[in-house]
């Protein structure tokens, strides 16, 4: 994403609150997680309490992590231990960082570095008990930037998208029936996005495709020309119970895109 211009104003405009202070939390502590990290995710789950959304950090590299220790000590800085592992505290800001080998480190608030590691050893539910996204991850974790929705997530996803068409009678059938959602972007040659929303049947993804094709429709009537070829390098289809929706464009125009009301909609 840093070699593309285009992808690092997407980022500017979309990240949420939640990884933006993450993100503020990495640098104020000195870990060099941009340079270092090969692999860099993060997850937002429910907490065990049912009383919101929290957001954890992964990263996998080769961090310097002699001289983060050395620094932590340097700075008085004193761990708290969840069992074996030492949480260390990244500033004022209420964030918290373990290093679970030399390789691999989690971070976030306190509470969701805590949930994180009850879940990796076996305290809490984790990921790899919810087969349908694990199925999903397969597809989507060779790619540059790739997310994944479970159902909940995907019908506040789909709701959103689809605006006014969501509080049609089909909708209602239709959400029900939506089992997980993916996407993957490329910035390589210009800007790629593929997204699929798996259904539970075949007629309930052409449902949805046909909904989508429909709100597809009366944006370009109200949308300014840029807008209008954008949906025109947009295609809506179904395939085999999974609803797919695949865009590509030059990384000027996408760039054009990113201040549009249609945008400004999608991503809210």
């Known amino acids: 994403m840093q070699n593309s211009p285009a992808a690092m104003d997407l980022k500017d405009r979309v990240l949420p609150p939640e990884l933006k202070r993450l993100e503020t939390a990495l640098k104020s502590s000195g870990l060099k997680v941009d340079q270092d990290a090969d692999v860099l995710a993060f997850a937002a789950f429910r907490d065990s309490k049912g009383e919101g959304t929290r957001i954890v950090g992964i990263a996998q590299g080769q961090f310097h992590t002699r001289e983060v220790m050395a620094n ?34 989690v971070f976030g608030d306190k509470d969701a570095v805590k949930e994180a590691m009850d879940a990796r050893d076996g305290i809490a539910p984790n990921f ?9 991850m397969n597809v989507v974790d060779t790619k540059a930037v790739w997310s994944l929705l479970d159902a909940k997530g995907t019908q506040t996803m ?22 997980s959602s993916r996407y993957t972007m490329d910035f390589q040659n210009g800007v790629k996005f593929d997204m699929a929303v798996v259904m539970s049947d075949t007629i309930t993804a052409a449902t949805a495709a046909t909904l989508m094709k429909g709100v597809s429709i009366l944006k370009k009537n109200s949308g300014t020309p840029l807008e209008k070829s954008a ?4 295609t809506i289809d179904s395939n085999a119970g999974t609803l797919t929706v695949d865009y590509s464009s030059s990384d000027s125009q996408f760039a054009s895109l990113l201040t549009s009301p249609l945008f400004q909609s999608v991503v809210k």
Do not use: C, H, W
């Open 128 to 136: 790899l008990s919810n087969g349908d996204m694990v199925n999903e």
């Open 158 to 179: 789909m709701k959103s998208v689809l605006g006014d068409a969501s509080q049609l009678a089909d909708y209602d059938t239709v959400k029900n029936r939506m089992k």
């Open 231 to 234: 949906l025109d390098q947009t």
């Open 72 to 105: 932590f000590t340097k700075n008085k800085i004193k761990p708290t231990m969840i069992r074996n592992n030492s949480v260390y505290p990244m500033g004022s800001n209420g964030m918290s960082v373990v290093f679970l080998n030399q390789s691999t480190m």
